[in-house]
Protein backbone atom coordinates (compact mmCIF):
# COMPACT_ATOMS: atom_id res chain seq x y z
CA UNK A 1 0.00 0.00 0.00
CA UNK A 2 2.07 3.24 -1.04
CA UNK A 3 1.74 5.70 1.55
CA UNK A 4 1.06 9.38 0.75
CA UNK A 5 3.74 12.15 0.97
CA UNK A 6 0.61 15.09 1.79
CA UNK A 7 2.71 16.73 4.77
CA UNK A 8 0.23 19.05 5.93
CA UNK A 9 -4.15 19.86 4.23
CA UNK A 10 -5.55 22.65 4.65
CA UNK A 11 -9.14 21.61 3.36
CA UNK A 12 -12.40 23.58 3.94
CA UNK A 13 -13.20 22.93 7.35
CA UNK A 14 -17.00 22.62 8.75
CA UNK A 15 -18.78 23.31 12.05
CA UNK A 16 -21.57 20.86 13.20
CA UNK A 17 -24.10 23.62 12.51
CA UNK A 18 -22.70 24.02 8.53
CA UNK A 19 -23.86 20.19 8.06
CA UNK A 20 -27.52 20.83 9.15
CA UNK A 21 -27.51 24.12 7.07
CA UNK A 22 -27.03 21.99 3.97
CA UNK A 23 -29.41 19.48 4.93
CA UNK A 24 -32.10 21.79 5.96
CA UNK A 25 -31.19 23.01 2.02
CA UNK A 26 -31.23 20.28 0.71
CA UNK A 27 -33.58 17.74 2.55
CA UNK A 28 -35.16 19.79 5.09
CA UNK A 29 -38.51 17.60 5.81
CA UNK A 30 -37.02 14.13 4.71
CA UNK A 31 -36.55 11.48 7.90
CA UNK A 32 -33.12 12.26 9.57
CA UNK A 33 -32.91 10.38 12.97
CA UNK A 34 -35.03 7.57 15.04
CA UNK A 35 -34.46 7.81 18.45
CA UNK A 36 -36.70 5.02 20.17
CA UNK A 37 -39.35 5.22 17.60
CA UNK A 38 -39.12 9.01 17.84
CA UNK A 39 -38.61 10.60 14.51
CA UNK A 40 -37.35 14.15 13.40
CA UNK A 41 -36.13 15.80 10.07
CA UNK A 42 -33.78 18.45 9.91
CA UNK A 43 -36.27 20.65 9.90
CA UNK A 44 -37.52 20.02 13.65
CA UNK A 45 -33.70 19.75 14.78
CA UNK A 46 -33.62 23.19 13.45
CA UNK A 47 -36.71 24.57 15.49
CA UNK A 48 -36.31 21.90 18.77
CA UNK A 49 -32.39 22.36 18.87
CA UNK A 50 -33.06 26.50 18.33
CA UNK A 51 -35.59 25.88 21.49
CA UNK A 52 -33.43 24.14 23.83
CA UNK A 53 -30.30 26.39 22.99
CA UNK A 54 -32.25 29.68 23.90
CA UNK A 55 -33.66 27.84 27.13
CA UNK A 56 -29.95 27.26 27.65
CA UNK A 57 -28.85 30.61 27.15
CA UNK A 58 -31.23 31.70 29.41
CA UNK A 59 -29.64 29.43 31.88
CA UNK A 60 -26.78 31.58 31.71
CA UNK A 61 -25.24 29.15 29.28
CA UNK A 62 -22.45 31.28 26.50
CA UNK A 63 -19.73 30.54 24.14
CA UNK A 64 -17.54 27.61 25.59
CA UNK A 65 -20.02 26.83 28.65
CA UNK A 66 -19.78 23.24 29.56
CA UNK A 67 -23.21 21.48 29.89
CA UNK A 68 -23.79 18.22 31.07
CA UNK A 69 -26.22 15.46 30.48
CA UNK A 70 -27.19 12.01 32.71
CA UNK A 71 -29.24 10.54 29.57
CA UNK A 72 -30.08 7.35 28.39
CA UNK A 73 -30.70 6.68 24.88
CA UNK A 74 -34.04 8.68 23.98
CA UNK A 75 -34.91 11.47 21.65
CA UNK A 76 -33.87 13.65 24.89
CA UNK A 77 -30.31 12.68 24.47
CA UNK A 78 -30.21 13.55 20.82
CA UNK A 79 -31.83 17.12 21.69
CA UNK A 80 -29.78 18.12 24.24
CA UNK A 81 -26.93 17.88 22.15
CA UNK A 82 -27.83 19.59 19.69
CA UNK A 83 -29.27 22.24 22.10
CA UNK A 84 -26.03 22.66 23.56
CA UNK A 85 -24.09 22.69 19.92
CA UNK A 86 -26.20 25.62 19.02
CA UNK A 87 -25.93 27.76 21.83
CA UNK A 88 -21.66 27.06 21.45
CA UNK A 89 -21.92 25.61 24.39
CA UNK A 90 -19.53 22.48 24.69
CA UNK A 91 -22.02 18.93 25.38
CA UNK A 92 -20.66 16.78 28.48
CA UNK A 93 -22.61 13.48 27.89
CA UNK A 94 -21.75 11.78 30.87
CA UNK A 95 -21.84 7.34 31.18
CA UNK A 96 -25.07 6.93 32.79
CA UNK A 97 -23.67 4.30 34.89
CA UNK A 98 -22.02 7.01 36.68
CA UNK A 99 -22.42 7.02 40.57
CA UNK A 100 -20.35 9.09 43.37
CA UNK A 101 -17.14 10.01 43.22
CA UNK A 102 -17.04 8.91 38.96
CA UNK A 103 -20.22 11.20 38.76
CA UNK A 104 -18.67 13.86 41.38
CA UNK A 105 -15.32 14.02 39.24
CA UNK A 106 -16.48 14.43 35.82
CA UNK A 107 -18.97 17.13 36.96
CA UNK A 108 -16.62 18.94 38.91
CA UNK A 109 -13.41 18.79 36.77
CA UNK A 110 -15.62 20.01 33.52
CA UNK A 111 -17.12 23.02 35.43
CA UNK A 112 -20.67 22.26 34.19
CA UNK A 113 -22.37 25.28 35.12
CA UNK A 114 -25.74 23.25 33.56
CA UNK A 115 -26.75 19.83 33.48
CA UNK A 116 -29.94 17.37 32.09
CA UNK A 117 -30.70 14.92 34.26
CA UNK A 118 -33.46 11.89 33.57
CA UNK A 119 -35.60 12.01 36.52
CA UNK A 120 -35.03 7.98 38.00
CA UNK A 121 -31.26 8.79 38.03
CA UNK A 122 -31.69 12.11 39.74
CA UNK A 123 -30.92 10.73 42.98
CA UNK A 124 -27.64 10.23 41.83
CA UNK A 125 -26.84 14.27 41.90
CA UNK A 126 -28.58 14.40 45.33
CA UNK A 127 -25.28 12.66 46.67
CA UNK A 128 -22.64 14.89 44.61
CA UNK A 129 -24.45 18.16 44.38
CA UNK A 130 -23.01 19.66 47.70
CA UNK A 131 -19.68 19.57 46.12
CA UNK A 132 -19.75 20.83 42.94
CA UNK A 133 -20.01 24.76 43.29
CA UNK A 134 -20.16 25.76 39.78
CA UNK A 135 -23.11 23.88 38.98
CA UNK A 136 -26.34 25.91 39.29
CA UNK A 137 -29.19 24.85 37.40
CA UNK A 138 -30.16 20.64 36.76
CA UNK A 139 -33.35 20.22 34.18
CA UNK A 140 -34.91 17.28 35.19
CA UNK A 141 -36.32 14.88 31.90
CA UNK A 142 -39.82 13.05 33.02
CA UNK A 143 -41.24 13.01 36.49
CA UNK A 144 -40.40 11.74 39.88
CA UNK A 145 -37.21 12.11 42.30
CA UNK A 146 -36.63 14.91 44.64
CA UNK A 147 -38.56 18.42 44.35
CA UNK A 148 -35.45 20.12 45.57
CA UNK A 149 -31.63 19.65 45.70
CA UNK A 150 -29.56 21.89 47.98
CA UNK A 151 -27.27 24.55 45.63
CA UNK A 152 -29.00 23.86 42.21
CA UNK A 153 -32.41 25.47 41.17
CA UNK A 154 -34.22 22.72 39.32
CA UNK A 155 -36.07 23.17 35.93
CA UNK A 156 -38.59 20.56 33.90
CA UNK A 157 -37.41 20.04 30.23
CA UNK A 158 -40.42 21.11 28.86
CA UNK A 159 -39.50 24.51 29.96
CA UNK A 160 -36.54 24.28 26.98
CA UNK A 161 -38.54 22.96 24.81
CA UNK A 162 -40.89 26.02 25.11
CA UNK A 163 -38.50 28.51 24.32
CA UNK A 164 -38.15 30.73 21.36
CA UNK A 165 -37.23 28.79 18.34
CA UNK A 166 -35.18 31.13 16.55
CA UNK A 167 -31.69 30.54 15.70
CA UNK A 168 -29.11 31.48 18.68
CA UNK A 169 -27.24 34.79 17.31
CA UNK A 170 -24.08 33.14 17.74
CA UNK A 171 -20.71 32.75 15.87
CA UNK A 172 -19.37 29.45 15.55
CA UNK A 173 -16.27 28.27 13.92
CA UNK A 174 -14.70 25.15 13.27
CA UNK A 175 -11.77 25.21 15.94
CA UNK A 176 -13.95 25.43 18.54
CA UNK A 177 -15.28 23.24 20.80
CA UNK A 178 -18.43 21.30 20.56
CA UNK A 179 -17.77 17.97 22.63
CA UNK A 180 -16.14 17.04 25.56
CA UNK A 181 -15.65 12.92 25.88
CA UNK A 182 -14.42 11.74 29.24
CA UNK A 183 -11.09 8.72 28.88
CA UNK A 184 -11.36 6.03 30.86
CA UNK A 185 -8.18 7.06 32.77
CA UNK A 186 -5.11 4.82 32.81
CA UNK A 187 -2.96 6.43 35.68
CA UNK A 188 -5.16 8.74 37.21
CA UNK A 189 -8.69 10.19 37.28
CA UNK A 190 -10.52 10.22 33.61
CA UNK A 191 -9.29 13.25 31.07
CA UNK A 192 -11.71 15.35 29.24
CA UNK A 193 -10.50 14.70 25.58
CA UNK A 194 -11.34 18.63 24.20
CA UNK A 195 -13.61 17.38 20.17
CA UNK A 196 -13.74 20.58 17.82
CA UNK A 197 -16.73 20.89 15.49
CA UNK A 198 -14.35 20.61 13.03
CA UNK A 199 -12.85 16.84 14.40
CA UNK A 200 -16.85 15.63 14.41
CA UNK A 201 -16.88 16.84 10.30
CA UNK A 202 -13.48 14.88 10.16
CA UNK A 203 -14.28 11.57 11.92
CA UNK A 204 -17.78 11.48 10.62
CA UNK A 205 -16.45 11.84 7.04
CA UNK A 206 -13.51 8.89 7.29
CA UNK A 207 -16.18 6.61 8.75
CA UNK A 208 -18.35 7.23 6.13
CA UNK A 209 -15.69 6.86 3.08
CA UNK A 210 -14.87 2.98 5.17
CA UNK A 211 -18.44 2.24 4.96
CA UNK A 212 -19.18 3.31 1.55
CA UNK A 213 -21.98 5.34 2.61
CA UNK A 214 -24.42 6.80 0.50
CA UNK A 215 -27.81 8.64 1.01
CA UNK A 216 -29.85 5.08 0.52
CA UNK A 217 -28.46 4.33 3.50
CA UNK A 218 -29.93 3.34 6.80
CA UNK A 219 -27.82 3.53 9.73
CA UNK A 220 -28.80 1.69 13.39
CA UNK A 221 -26.65 1.93 16.38
CA UNK A 222 -27.61 0.53 19.76
CA UNK A 223 -24.04 2.48 21.08
CA UNK A 224 -25.03 5.55 23.92
CA UNK A 225 -25.01 8.89 23.18
CA UNK A 226 -22.02 9.39 25.88
CA UNK A 227 -19.89 7.63 23.64
CA UNK A 228 -18.59 9.26 20.43
CA UNK A 229 -19.36 6.57 18.13
CA UNK A 230 -23.20 7.06 17.82
CA UNK A 231 -22.67 10.69 17.75
CA UNK A 232 -20.21 10.74 14.77
CA UNK A 233 -22.13 7.85 13.03
CA UNK A 234 -26.11 8.60 13.38
CA UNK A 235 -26.45 12.26 14.58
CA UNK A 236 -23.20 13.45 11.92
CA UNK A 237 -22.53 11.24 9.45
CA UNK A 238 -26.12 11.47 8.43
CA UNK A 239 -25.79 15.00 7.61
CA UNK A 240 -22.74 14.31 5.64
CA UNK A 241 -24.11 11.64 4.14
CA UNK A 242 -28.32 12.14 3.12
CA UNK A 243 -30.52 9.36 4.35
CA UNK A 244 -31.52 8.83 7.85
CA UNK A 245 -30.14 6.69 11.14
CA UNK A 246 -31.61 5.11 13.92
CA UNK A 247 -30.42 5.25 17.58
CA UNK A 248 -31.77 2.09 20.15
CA UNK A 249 -31.58 2.09 23.63
CA UNK A 250 -29.15 -0.71 24.33
CA UNK A 251 -28.02 -3.98 22.64
CA UNK A 252 -30.15 -7.06 22.45
CA UNK A 253 -29.91 -10.20 21.02
CA UNK A 254 -33.67 -10.52 20.48
CA UNK A 255 -34.35 -7.40 19.82
CA UNK A 256 -32.20 -7.26 16.85
CA UNK A 257 -33.77 -8.36 14.09
CA UNK A 258 -36.76 -6.77 14.55
CA UNK A 259 -35.34 -3.16 14.87
CA UNK A 260 -33.85 -4.22 11.41
CA UNK A 261 -37.10 -4.69 10.18
CA UNK A 262 -38.80 -1.24 11.62
CA UNK A 263 -36.00 0.80 10.35
CA UNK A 264 -35.09 -0.86 7.12
CA UNK A 265 -31.15 -0.75 8.22
CA UNK A 266 -28.40 -0.84 5.98
CA UNK A 267 -25.37 -0.99 8.08
CA UNK A 268 -25.48 -1.54 12.05
CA UNK A 269 -22.50 -0.21 14.03
CA UNK A 270 -21.55 -1.90 17.01
CA UNK A 271 -19.30 -3.15 19.18
CA UNK A 272 -16.79 -6.50 19.04
CA UNK A 273 -19.07 -8.24 22.12
CA UNK A 274 -22.10 -7.45 20.46
CA UNK A 275 -21.13 -8.73 17.39
CA UNK A 276 -19.71 -12.24 18.79
CA UNK A 277 -22.69 -12.60 20.43
CA UNK A 278 -24.58 -12.41 17.53
CA UNK A 279 -22.54 -14.94 16.05
CA UNK A 280 -23.04 -17.21 18.44
CA UNK A 281 -26.66 -17.07 18.69
CA UNK A 282 -27.10 -20.50 15.94
CA UNK A 283 -29.78 -21.53 18.73
CA UNK A 284 -31.46 -18.76 19.41
CA UNK A 285 -34.67 -18.68 17.63
CA UNK A 286 -34.69 -15.07 17.53
CA UNK A 287 -31.55 -15.26 15.15
CA UNK A 288 -32.59 -16.30 12.09
CA UNK A 289 -29.48 -16.82 9.33
CA UNK A 290 -29.83 -15.31 5.73
CA UNK A 291 -32.71 -16.62 3.74
CA UNK A 292 -35.04 -16.85 6.79
CA UNK A 293 -38.18 -15.26 6.25
CA UNK A 294 -38.07 -13.26 9.46
CA UNK A 295 -34.41 -11.92 8.44
CA UNK A 296 -34.20 -8.54 7.30
CA UNK A 297 -32.66 -8.41 3.21
CA UNK A 298 -32.11 -5.02 3.51
CA UNK A 299 -29.12 -5.16 5.85
CA UNK A 300 -25.63 -4.86 3.92
CA UNK A 301 -22.58 -3.86 6.81
CA UNK A 302 -22.20 -4.83 10.03
CA UNK A 303 -19.35 -2.21 11.62
CA UNK A 304 -17.83 -3.63 14.70
CA UNK A 305 -14.30 -3.79 16.25
CA UNK A 306 -12.24 -5.85 17.31
CA UNK A 307 -13.58 -8.75 15.41
CA UNK A 308 -11.67 -11.84 15.43
CA UNK A 309 -10.93 -13.37 12.28
CA UNK A 310 -13.33 -16.19 12.77
CA UNK A 311 -15.87 -14.63 13.99
CA UNK A 312 -15.81 -11.97 11.39
CA UNK A 313 -15.97 -15.21 8.95
CA UNK A 314 -19.39 -16.61 10.49
CA UNK A 315 -20.93 -13.11 10.36
CA UNK A 316 -20.38 -13.25 7.06
CA UNK A 317 -21.75 -16.43 5.94
CA UNK A 318 -24.65 -16.71 8.62
CA UNK A 319 -25.95 -13.70 7.70
CA UNK A 320 -25.29 -13.08 4.03
CA UNK A 321 -23.68 -9.60 4.64
CA UNK A 322 -20.18 -8.26 4.49
CA UNK A 323 -18.32 -6.85 8.07
CA UNK A 324 -16.06 -3.70 8.88
CA UNK A 325 -13.67 -4.33 11.76
CA UNK A 326 -10.05 -3.27 9.91
CA UNK A 327 -10.04 -0.11 11.74
CA UNK A 328 -8.04 1.59 15.04
CA UNK A 329 -8.58 4.91 16.55
CA UNK A 330 -9.44 6.24 19.99
CA UNK A 331 -11.36 9.61 21.38
CA UNK A 332 -8.23 11.43 20.83
CA UNK A 333 -7.77 10.24 16.92
CA UNK A 334 -9.87 8.65 14.82
CA UNK A 335 -9.26 6.63 12.16
CA UNK A 336 -5.68 6.17 12.59
CA UNK A 337 -6.20 2.89 10.36
CA UNK A 338 -8.95 2.28 7.93
CA UNK A 339 -10.64 0.21 5.18
CA UNK A 340 -11.23 2.73 2.43
CA UNK A 341 -12.56 1.59 -0.86
CA UNK A 342 -10.42 -1.08 -2.52
CA UNK A 343 -8.83 -2.61 0.77
CA UNK A 344 -9.39 -5.58 1.82
CA UNK A 345 -8.46 -6.21 5.61
CA UNK A 346 -5.33 -8.79 6.45
CA UNK A 347 -6.81 -11.51 8.96
CA UNK A 348 -5.82 -9.62 12.62
CA UNK A 349 -4.97 -6.34 11.15
CA UNK A 350 -6.75 -3.13 11.81
CA UNK A 351 -6.91 -2.32 8.06
CA UNK A 352 -4.28 -0.13 6.89
CA UNK A 353 -2.41 3.09 8.46
CA UNK A 354 -4.99 6.46 7.69
CA UNK A 355 -2.03 8.55 5.34
CA UNK A 356 -4.57 10.43 4.35
CA UNK A 357 -5.38 12.25 7.44
CA UNK A 358 -2.62 11.01 10.13
CA UNK A 359 1.24 10.00 9.76
CA UNK A 360 1.23 7.18 12.01
CA UNK A 361 4.61 5.37 13.17
CA UNK A 362 5.70 3.28 15.11
CA UNK A 363 7.98 4.60 18.21
CA UNK A 364 10.27 2.78 20.89
CA UNK A 365 10.79 4.30 24.49
CA UNK A 366 13.11 6.75 23.35
CA UNK A 367 10.99 8.08 20.18
CA UNK A 368 12.91 6.30 18.05
CA UNK A 369 11.01 4.80 15.11
CA UNK A 370 10.81 1.63 14.70
CA UNK A 371 11.01 -0.35 11.29
CA UNK A 372 8.58 -1.90 9.55
CA UNK A 373 7.13 -5.27 11.36
CA UNK A 374 8.67 -4.67 14.83
CA UNK A 375 6.34 -4.02 17.95
CA UNK A 376 6.66 -0.59 19.24
CA UNK A 377 4.22 2.19 20.88
CA UNK A 378 1.41 3.72 17.75
CA UNK A 379 2.27 7.31 18.14
CA UNK A 380 0.55 9.78 15.59
CA UNK A 381 0.64 13.20 13.97
CA UNK A 382 -2.39 14.97 11.98
CA UNK A 383 -2.03 16.15 8.08
CA UNK A 384 -4.82 18.40 8.87
CA UNK A 385 -6.70 21.16 11.04
CA UNK A 386 -8.39 19.61 13.98
CA UNK A 387 -8.89 16.39 12.93
CA UNK A 388 -7.36 15.56 16.52
CA UNK A 389 -9.04 16.35 19.68
CA UNK A 390 -7.61 19.72 21.43
CA UNK A 391 -5.93 18.58 23.89
CA UNK A 392 -6.97 16.99 27.23
CA UNK A 393 -9.72 19.59 29.65
CA UNK A 394 -7.88 21.24 32.45
CA UNK A 395 -4.48 19.39 31.86
CA UNK A 396 -1.94 21.08 30.43
CA UNK A 397 0.72 18.36 32.07
CA UNK A 398 -1.23 15.71 30.46
CA UNK A 399 -1.36 16.86 27.24
CA UNK A 400 2.30 18.04 26.88
CA UNK A 401 2.70 14.66 28.36
CA UNK A 402 0.82 12.18 25.63
CA UNK A 403 2.34 14.84 23.04
CA UNK A 404 6.09 14.56 23.33
CA UNK A 405 8.30 15.48 20.87
CA UNK A 406 5.63 16.65 18.82
CA UNK A 407 4.13 13.34 18.31
CA UNK A 408 0.67 11.88 20.26
CA UNK A 409 1.32 9.18 21.75
CA UNK A 410 -1.57 6.68 22.21
CA UNK A 411 -0.22 3.99 25.14
CA UNK A 412 -1.05 1.30 22.91
CA UNK A 413 1.59 -1.46 21.10
CA UNK A 414 1.13 -2.17 17.76
CA UNK A 415 2.99 -2.93 14.19
CA UNK A 416 3.33 -1.69 10.58
CA UNK A 417 3.68 -4.56 8.12
CA UNK A 418 5.36 -4.18 5.12
CA UNK A 419 2.31 -3.58 3.09
CA UNK A 420 0.98 -0.69 5.32
CA UNK A 421 -1.45 -2.49 7.29
CA UNK A 422 -1.59 -1.94 11.32
CA UNK A 423 -2.04 -4.95 13.74
CA UNK A 424 -2.73 -3.98 17.36
CA UNK A 425 -0.72 -5.76 19.85
CA UNK A 426 -1.03 -4.97 23.39
CA UNK A 427 -1.65 -1.89 25.59
CA UNK A 428 0.93 0.41 26.79
CA UNK A 429 -1.21 1.68 29.55
CA UNK A 430 -2.62 -0.29 32.43
CA UNK A 431 -6.09 0.14 31.36
CA UNK A 432 -8.80 -2.31 30.54
CA UNK A 433 -11.81 -2.26 28.20
CA UNK A 434 -14.58 -4.08 29.03
CA UNK A 435 -17.78 -4.52 27.08
CA UNK A 436 -16.53 -1.29 25.16
CA UNK A 437 -16.03 0.52 28.37
CA UNK A 438 -12.27 1.80 29.26
CA UNK A 439 -11.73 1.14 32.75
CA UNK A 440 -9.50 3.17 34.82
CA UNK A 441 -7.36 0.60 37.01
CA UNK A 442 -6.50 3.49 39.09
CA UNK A 443 -10.48 4.48 39.74
CA UNK A 444 -11.12 1.27 40.78
CA UNK A 445 -8.26 0.67 43.05
CA UNK A 446 -9.43 4.05 44.55
CA UNK A 447 -13.00 2.86 45.15
CA UNK A 448 -11.96 -0.77 46.79
CA UNK A 449 -9.17 0.52 49.04
CA UNK A 450 -12.19 2.52 50.50
CA UNK A 451 -13.90 -0.40 51.84
CA UNK A 452 -11.66 0.09 54.82
CA UNK A 453 -10.68 -3.82 54.81
CA UNK A 454 -7.79 -4.30 52.10
CA UNK A 455 -4.52 -3.74 52.90
CA UNK A 456 -3.59 -3.62 49.13
CA UNK A 457 -5.60 -4.24 45.89
CA UNK A 458 -4.65 -4.65 42.19
CA UNK A 459 -7.21 -4.44 39.69
CA UNK A 460 -6.04 -6.31 36.22
CA UNK A 461 -7.82 -7.88 33.15
CA UNK A 462 -8.22 -11.40 32.26
CA UNK A 463 -9.16 -12.34 29.02
CA UNK A 464 -12.71 -12.54 27.97
CA UNK A 465 -14.84 -15.58 26.26
CA UNK A 466 -16.88 -12.79 24.68
CA UNK A 467 -13.84 -10.49 23.41
CA UNK A 468 -11.98 -7.89 25.44
CA UNK A 469 -11.43 -8.16 28.71
CA UNK A 470 -13.06 -9.27 32.25
CA UNK A 471 -11.85 -7.33 35.19
CA UNK A 472 -10.37 -9.32 38.28
CA UNK A 473 -9.33 -7.92 41.75
CA UNK A 474 -6.20 -9.33 43.62
CA UNK A 475 -6.49 -8.40 47.05
CA UNK A 476 -4.83 -8.78 50.04
CA UNK A 477 -6.83 -8.27 53.21
CA UNK A 478 -5.60 -6.17 56.71
CA UNK A 479 -4.75 -8.02 59.25
CA UNK A 480 -7.78 -9.78 61.55
CA UNK A 481 -10.14 -8.84 58.81
CA UNK A 482 -12.72 -11.60 57.70
CA UNK A 483 -14.16 -9.80 54.74
CA UNK A 484 -15.72 -12.14 51.71
CA UNK A 485 -15.15 -11.93 48.09
CA UNK A 486 -19.28 -11.93 48.45
CA UNK A 487 -18.77 -8.87 51.05
CA UNK A 488 -16.50 -6.71 48.32
CA UNK A 489 -18.64 -7.75 45.27
CA UNK A 490 -21.64 -6.09 47.31
CA UNK A 491 -19.98 -3.32 48.45
CA UNK A 492 -18.84 -2.10 44.51
CA UNK A 493 -22.65 -2.63 43.32
CA UNK A 494 -23.25 0.52 45.37
CA UNK A 495 -19.85 2.55 44.45
CA UNK A 496 -18.89 1.30 41.32
CA UNK A 497 -20.67 1.60 37.10
CA UNK A 498 -22.32 -1.72 36.46
CA UNK A 499 -19.71 -2.40 33.86
CA UNK A 500 -16.96 -1.80 36.50
CA UNK A 501 -17.79 -4.45 38.43
CA UNK A 502 -15.10 -7.02 38.76
CA UNK A 503 -16.14 -10.31 37.64
CA UNK A 504 -13.15 -12.29 39.65
CA UNK A 505 -11.94 -11.78 43.16
CA UNK A 506 -8.99 -13.35 44.55
CA UNK A 507 -7.68 -12.84 48.06
CA UNK A 508 -3.67 -13.27 48.67
CA UNK A 509 -1.32 -12.84 51.35
CA UNK A 510 0.51 -10.41 49.06
CA UNK A 511 1.04 -9.33 45.42
CA UNK A 512 3.86 -9.91 43.01
CA UNK A 513 6.00 -6.63 43.24
CA UNK A 514 9.43 -5.68 41.43
CA UNK A 515 12.42 -4.29 43.29
CA UNK A 516 11.42 -1.05 43.62
CA UNK A 517 7.96 -1.79 45.18
CA UNK A 518 5.80 -1.73 42.24
CA UNK A 519 2.75 -4.52 42.20
CA UNK A 520 3.66 -6.65 38.68
CA UNK A 521 0.10 -6.61 37.49
CA UNK A 522 1.77 -8.26 34.21
CA UNK A 523 2.27 -11.20 36.52
CA UNK A 524 -1.29 -11.19 37.69
CA UNK A 525 -2.82 -11.15 34.14
CA UNK A 526 -0.70 -14.33 33.21
CA UNK A 527 -2.19 -16.13 36.19
CA UNK A 528 -5.56 -14.92 35.37
CA UNK A 529 -8.38 -16.95 37.05
CA UNK A 530 -6.76 -19.46 39.36
CA UNK A 531 -8.26 -22.46 41.63
CA UNK A 532 -8.34 -19.80 44.12
CA UNK A 533 -10.36 -17.51 42.17
CA UNK A 534 -14.01 -16.39 43.37
CA UNK A 535 -16.34 -16.17 39.95
CA UNK A 536 -19.52 -13.59 40.09
CA UNK A 537 -21.09 -15.16 37.72
CA UNK A 538 -21.14 -18.86 39.69
CA UNK A 539 -22.31 -16.69 42.57
CA UNK A 540 -25.60 -16.28 41.71
CA UNK A 541 -25.80 -12.65 42.71
CA UNK A 542 -27.76 -9.99 40.46
CA UNK A 543 -27.14 -6.72 39.57
CA UNK A 544 -29.01 -3.58 37.62
CA UNK A 545 -27.19 -3.39 34.54
CA UNK A 546 -27.45 1.03 34.05
Keep these: ?29 GPYLDVMGSTFTAAEIERTGNAIANGLAGLGVGTGDRVASLLENDAPAALFWWGA ?48 PDLGHVVVVGDGGPERIDGVTLHRWDDLLGADTARPEVR ?26 NYHESIATQINICWRRTADDVVWTPLPLFHFNAVSVAMVGTLLAGGRSAIYRKFSVSQFWPEMNRTGATIVSLLGSMAYLLSSADANPDMPGSGDERANASLRLLAAA ?26 EA ?26 VRIFDDDDEEQPRNTDGEIVIRPKRPHTMFEGYWGRDDATVEASRNWWFHTGDIGRIDDDGYLFFVDRKADYL ?72 IEFRDDLPRSPVGRVLKRELRDEGVTADTWDVEASGITYEKR
Excluded at 311 to 326: K, M, P, V
Aim: charged share 25%; aromatic share 8%.
Design 433 to 504: RRRGENISSFEVEKILLGHGTLADVAVHAVPSEVTEDDLKVTAVRKPDVTVTEEDLFRYCIDQLPYFALPRY
Design 306 to 331: PIPPEIDARLRERFGITTFSGGYGLT
Design 172 to 197: VRPSDLGTFIYTGGTTGPSKGCMLSH
Design 334 to 359: SLVSWQPMGVDNKPGAAGVINTEYFD
Design 1 to 29: MAMSDTVWRSDAQSTVTDLLDRRLASDAD
Design 85 to 132: IKANGIAVPINTAYKGEYLRHQLADSGATVMVVQADLLDRLVQVAPSL
